[in-house]
């Protein structure tokens, strides 16, 4: 059998659906006719996106696939069409392996970090021997097909789909459950439960047909948080993706453009808190002054942008705002890496060499007079080294509110893969609430 990839993005219509959920029906209904090389994927895109649909997810499915694959990409069409009921979602196919298709790593490269025309990424697409269908989804779909190549980091989601019937109806949540069950894993989850705000991360709001996804660089623990679901769930399904690997954190270089996504070393200058607690710090960044905005939600970025002052040099992931307010370039962060913390002093009276009590300056004569026995000296004031309480290190949002592609604070990068893997469908797909997929036999650090 040959390898096929079929991406797509976009699926679903103004107010329901998602993506995932359709590509896992899809996978559902073709089980009999394909074999799986991979799990299917769930790829983030540059999160700075304005117009990108949920989330800015993409999802691939990388098949073990005999037919024609015009006509796998012709049925993909028809059922996008019936679930969505609109035709500018995206699906693209083709053979091989695409992570060695330079065209498709750089075209994946620019999705990551920039804006990428609907031009752009059917030609990288029909240049590269494949196919594609539908409207906007199509950049999606064609940058998503070179992603998660043997070499890059991954995680997993895990993700529970509700019935239709309770589609738009308020999800069950269990948070106190879902709080003990974490606090029994081994830490190799993340950003599934919002401490702070007391609710479950995990769970999306309003219509989409997800009632979780739990999200982890392990799988069998990840089954754990069913126990927090207090509602039936209809299907369930186990994504391989890049969120939370930083695979958006490239540097920035030339002209920043509205909506780039990368990496920027900054100089601060001042730090400032403005109304509603967010924080502005004003720096210099390749040759030019920008402003860096820590919103207030980001908690402990946002406590540790408080503390910064001039001099101090971070590195900054964030996102080019398309608008300027005070002039200059604002950037806004995702995540921060304090390189060097500035040493600040000043300036101060010595004590009296005799007597020990502070020195005075008795006035413009200069010099320095001890007030109890009235010893002078022509002497200056002393340097005093400043305590700073910020120290070097990475500074994230808190658990449950990171970027999808943001990596939690000290994550490790996992080790690399060989693919095509062997899968079976119901090694990440179930139809039966009570059966949990999951990959008994693969990679021990997928099951601690
Ligand atoms: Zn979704
Ligand atoms: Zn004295």
């Not at 079929?6 to 219509?13: F, I, N, R």
Request: with cysteine.
């Amino acid at each position: 059998m040959r390898l096929v990839s079929l991406a797509l993005d976009s699926v679903d219509s103004l107010y329901w659906g998602c993506t995932t959920h359709f590509s896992t029906l899809l996978l559902n209904m073709l089980k009999d006719r394909v074999e799986l090389a991979d799990f299917p994927l769930l790829v983030r895109l540059n999160p700075g996106v304005p117009w990108k649909t949920r989330g800015n997810g993409a999802v691939v499915l990388r098949l073990l696939y005999d037919g024609d694959v015009k006509s796998l990409l012709e049925a993909v069409r028809g059922y996008a069409l019936e679930y969505s009921n609109k035709e500018d979602f995206g699906i693209a196919v083709v053979e091989g392996a695409p992570w060695e298709v330079e065209r498709l790593r750089i075209l994946y490269s620019k999705a990551l970090t920039d804006v990428v025309t609907v031009d752009v990424a059917r030609k990288a697409v029909e240049k590269s021997g494949g196919l594609w269908a539908g409207g906007m989804g199509v950049i999606g779909a064609s940058a998503a097909l070179a992603a998660l190549a043997p070499w890059d980091d991954y995680t997993f989601e895990l993700i529970a789909y509700r019935k239709p019937e309770n589609w738009g109806v308020e999800r069950c949540m269990n948070y106190k459950l879902l709080v003990e069950a974490e606090a029994r894993m081994p830490p190799c989850t993340f950003n599934n439960i919002d401490y702070h705000g007391r609710t479950a991360a995990a769970a999306p709001g309003g219509w989409d047909p997800v009632l979780a996804g739990f999200r982890g660089d392990c799988i069998a623990p990840l089954a754990g948080y069913a126990i927090g679901l207090c509602e039936e769930v209809d299907l369930w399904a186990l994504f391989r993706s890049n969120q939370h690997t930083d695979a958006h954190a490239k540097p920035l270089t030339g002209e920043l453009k509205p909506y780039q996504t990368g990496l920027v070393d900054v100089t601060v200058k001042n730090s400032k808190v403005i109304a509603g607690g967010h924080v502005i710090v004003r720096g210099l960044a390749l040759g030019g002054d920008v402003d860096i905005v820590f919103y207030r939600e980001t908690g402990p970025l946002n406590s540790a942008a408080r503390m910064l002052s001039e001099g101090d040099e971070i590195t900054v992931l964030g996102t080019v705002k398309p608008y300027k307010p005070r002039g200059v370039t604002v950037i806004a962060a995702e995540k921060m890496r304090v390189n060097k913390v500035e040493t600040k002093t000043v300036k101060i009276n010595p004590r009296c060499p005799k007597c020990g009590t502070r020195m005075e300056s008795p006035g413009r004569k200069g010099g320095l007079r001890c007030p109890k026995c009235g010893y002078k000296k022509e002497t200056t004031k002393i340097n005093v080294r400043i305590e700073r309480s910020l120290t070097t290190g990475e500074y994230t949002p808190p658990p449950g509110r990171l970027k999808h592609l943001t990596s939690p604070k000290g994550r490790k990068q996992q080790p690399p893969l060989k693919l095509p893997l062997k899968l079976k469908i119901d090694q990440v797909l179930s139809t039966d609430p009570k059966r949990i997929p999951h990959t008994s036999e693969a990679h021990s650090s997928w099951n601690p």
